[in-house]
């Protein structure tokens, strides 16, 4: 439903037939499940500002975000691009 697709065009781009897909629509209205997704609810945006470097005081602890039911543990030595890859993850729709 989210793809904007009809069921026979969705069926044929992710290889599945057109009748399953409205066989599981059917199972899952008989079911009670909603079909249509939830409304996302807004993260508020929160600005972290690193506080000045002194390279005598650094710190062994991972530096620890909460998002919803995720939790990320992020180490010190961390290398930008798997944490950027990481939170686009996060960020994508499930």
């Given amino acids: ?5 009809s069921g026979a065009e969705f069926g044929r781009r992710a290889g599945v037939a057109a009748g399953t897909l409205a066989w599981w629509r059917w199972k ?6 909603p079909l249509r ?9 929160v600005e972290i500002t ?13 530096l620890e ?4 039911d995720v939790t990320l543990r992020v180490p ?6 798997t944490l950027t890859r990481v939170l686009q993850v996060l ?4």
């Fill in 1 to 5: 439903m989210r793809s904007g697709l």
């Fill in 28 to 33: 899952f209205r008989s079911e009670g499940v």
């Fill in 37 to 45: 997704p939830r409304a996302k609810r807004a993260l508020p945006f």
């Fill in 50 to 62: 690193p506080a000045p470097a002194d390279p005598g005081l650094r710190s062994r602890e991972p």
């Fill in 65 to 68: 975000l909460q998002v919803a």
């Fill in 76 to 81: 010190d030595d961390f290398e930008e691009r």
């Fill in 91 to 94: 960020r994508s729709p499930r």
